[in-house]
């Protein structure tokens, strides 16, 4: 039977998550059922609790030949802290195979003027070759960097961002880094990003924040200075330009942003970013370990906030304010009201379109928890939700965000995917470019809340009209009625 011949029925419950839990887990064999077991789970609440434990296994390894949708440590350096630093060049240091697939996919959002004082969107490559291979790089890898001076003498510094060859082979990246720090007078960033470090992008998001910490803030962080409201966004990388829609709230409050990391940002934010008062963290996964380090070495606390919808703002602002005084609480609460009579008119015009439709969600970072009560403020239902590459302590922090009776998966499977869409028939589900097309033609809407699927921005209370635009669009669209899928039409 096609997911689009299956009756549509209850769609939340423990009981209906734990048997669509035995079902996927039948089809494996024995041991790999015991393994991914411990992946899946129901969102319940505890004797005592306050909110539904979410806890599964979580960044451990794949199963081999089991499809997973994860990414690489390469792609967790390159394509997310360091590639949107807008006005240094990123090298792919390796096969030209992973840089091609790391340019221009997420759509960070910078302004200047590209291949002149801005490179986020350019692929540069050192195009491995089979006798880099035998020979080694380095020697390639300095004359590379002599070019890209020549090319592009207004960068303001560079990474290198090493694929899987470069550190099976031993190249000395940090050699050849410090070497022409000293000959060109610029940061030169080494990253030990190999794809096979780690079980995900995860630890990729976690090397980068050490070579931060190591190659840029060690030596060229300035922690004097400032004002009494300077602060840090961190782990917003502007897809579609969310930080600037983040920014403008926080400036509307009073609050003065020294940096940005990393959409839209540049190497100056990052070392004069020990200057602030406060370090506000969005995206919790790829960016704590910087928030620690700051914290442990210069005393900066961080806080982690949520502008997706109009509750967790108007909670945020609010929060955020409390850091500081009276004036800055004011103000946050003269910005909610700004944004008010904006808000109602989008909930009038979409909540009644939206309310009771429900909603899968299968995405990395922070979105599983974090987009949750923008869709709650639509009237919409998280009925599942799971992560790529989280660790436990996000599972933790996903409590709050979803009700009992949720179903909870980690590095879900190609096939579980399919299988829980097909019993659960969501009327919307939001996860990555490669379950789009697939899903699109089981006749499900589909939003790309990744990449925001070419639109956005998503955060804020300008980004939360774009939102209930969008979800509207998809789950509304008329083309789901003249449409069915190939197997559905061939039976």
């Known amino acids: 039977m096609s997911p689009l011949d299956t009756p549509k029925g209850p769609v939340s419950g423990t009981a209906l998550g734990e048997d669509l839990i035995a079902e996927v887990l039948s089809a494996y064999p024995p041991k790999a059922a015991k393994k991914r077991a411990k992946h899946l789970s129901v969102a319940r609440t505890a004797e005592g609790e306050s909110t539904p434990g979410c806890g599964v296994k979580s960044n451990i390894k794949s199963i081999p030949g089991v499809m997973t949708i994860r990414g690489c440590a390469y792609a967790g350096s ?5 590639g949107p630093v807008k006005d240094m060049v990123h090298i792919s240091h390796g096969p030209v195979g992973c840089g091609h697939y790391s340019w221009a996919q997420r759509r960070n959002y910078y302004t200047g003027t590209t291949g002149i004082d801005r490179f986020v969107t350019m692929q540069i490559t050192s195009d491995f070759q ?3 291979i035998v020979f080694g790089g380095d020697k390639k890898l300095g004359q590379m960097i002599d070019e890209i001076e020549t090319l592009f003498p207004l960068n303001k510094g560079i990474t290198v961002q090493s694929e899987c060859p470069i550190g099976l082979i031993g190249d000395d990246i940090e050699g050849v880094s410090r070497k022409k720090k000293k000959e060109i007078g610029k940061t030169v960033v080494p990253v030990r990003c190999e794809g096979f470090r780690g079980v995900s992008q995860s630890l990729g998001h976690h090397i980068a924040n050490d070579s931060i910490r190591d190659w840029v803030l060690k030596d060229g962080a300035n922690a004097e200075g400032g004002t009494a409201y300077d602060v840090n966004v961190i782990g917003d990388y502007n897809i579609g330009g969310d930080a600037w829609a983040s920014r403008r709230l926080l400036e509307e409050m009073g609050l003065r942003v020294v940096a940005v990391w990393s959409g839209d940002c540049t190497l100056a ?8 008062k406060l370090n506000l963290i969005h995206c919790y996964r790829s960016m704590n370990y910087i928030c620690r380090h700051m914290e442990e070495t210069w005393g900066v606390p961080w806080m982690e906030f949520n502008f997706f919808g109009p509750t967790q703002i108007a909670k945020s602002l609010r929060a955020i304010a409390a850091q500081f005084d009276e004036t800055i609480q004011a103000k946050a609460e003269e910005v909610i009201a700004k944004y008010q009579p904006m808000v109602d008119a989008v909930l009038a015009k979409y909540k009644p379109r939206l309310k009771g439709k429900t909603v899968m969600l299968y995405v990395g970072g922070l979105r599983p928890r974090h987009v949750a009560t923008a869709y709650d403020d639509l009237g919409m239902e998280i009925i599942a939700t799971g992560y790529e590459f989280a660790h436990g302590d996000d599972y933790k922090r996903t409590g ?7 179903l909870i998966y980690d590095d879900v499977t190609g096939y579980e995917l399919e299988h829980f869409i097909q019993k659960l028939r969501p009327d919307l589900v939001g996860s990555g470019i490669k379950e789009k097309y697939a899903i699109q033609k089981m006749g499900v809407p589909f939003r790309q809340m990744h990449s925001w699927d070419y639109s956005g921005p998503y955060h804020g209370y300008d980004g939360f ?16 009625g003249l449409t069915r899928a190939p197997w559905a039409a061939a039976s």
Do not use: L
């Open 78 to 82: 390159k394509g997310v802290v360091w």
């Open 130 to 132: 089979e006798r880099d």
């Open 269 to 276: 934010e990052i070392e004069n970013a020990p200057k602030a």
């Open 400 to 406: 709050p965000y979803v009700k009992d009776g949720t």
């Open 465 to 480: 009209a774009v939102f209930a635009r969008d979800m509207d669009m998809a789950v509304n669209s008329p083309v789901w």
